[in-house]
């Protein structure tokens, strides 16, 4: 169906390191967004990719829609222990009625050991 | 951060009792959503709204339904609460059909 598949669930990094995470589907999205949601707040948009190939920085994060827009990936360079949270994908896919609606992947909790 | 309010913040309430959860936006965006989170189901669509008077239904929307009779404000109800009920409930706003959705702070609401 229009699931989306986050990747991984849970992460357990030292502070500085590199963090990767993704979202792939056998669905086409026209629209990539990626949200943090940090404990009992709501979730904070971090960047929107709106064509396939894009790649969108937003200081140390890095997004890609990727280019059979299937799947999208999300970089965290250098991370500092406020990148705690959990990061969630989130695509818009078109409907077999033709309209659009939002999917949200599962979300990827990452901890950040100082 | 967009100006999006949620009351209330938290709310114990009995099975069987209606309650009233209210979305407050000062953005003047057209869409409004609500939205419920638990754990192993992620972000789950109820109900939403393209303008006054206009709404429409999500992927849950049994046992709820929703008002907007003024651009600010997006109600949700659930009429005869039940423990299925008992969830996060976030409202989301966007300006257009864009998808950058912001949201507000979430309601906790548990039904006993």
Request: proline share 4%; hydrophobic share 30%; charged share 20%.
């Amino acid at each position: 169906g229009q699931q989306l598949n986050q990747s991984p669930q849970s992460m357990f990094i030292q502070e500085g390191e590199d963090v990767s995470m993704n979202c792939t589907s056998s669905s086409i999205f026209n629209t990539w967004l990626w949200y943090k949601q940090e404990p009992g707040e709501g979730p904070v948009l971090l960047i929107a990719l709106y064509k396939a190939g894009e790649l969108t920085s937003n200081g140390r994060l890095t997004a890609q829609f990727g280019i059979t827009r299937k799947d999208s990936f999300l970089n965290i360079s250098a991370s500092i222990p406020s990148d705690v949270g959990i990061y969630f994908c989130a695509g818009t896919i078109t409907s077999q009625g033709g309209s659009e609606k939002l999917v949200f992947g599962k979300g990827t909790k990452l901890t950040v050991n100082p | 951060d967009a100006g999006i309010t949620q009351s209330p913040r938290h709310k114990v309430t009995e099975t069987g009792t209606p309650v009233t959860l209210r979305c407050h936006q000062t953005e003047n965006h057209r869409y409004m959503y609500w939205y419920r989170q638990d754990p192993g189901h992620g972000l789950r669509l109820i109900h939403y709204s393209y303008g006054v008077k206009d709404t429409d239904k999500g992927e849950v929307s049994d046992g709820y339904s929703v008002s907007r009779s003024k651009t600010e404000d997006f109600l949700l109800t659930l009429e005869s609460a039940t423990s299925s009920q008992t969830s996060v409930y976030f409202c989301a706003i966007s300006p257009a059909q864009t998808y950058e959705q912001y949201f507000g702070p979430g309601t906790r609401l548990t039904v006993t």
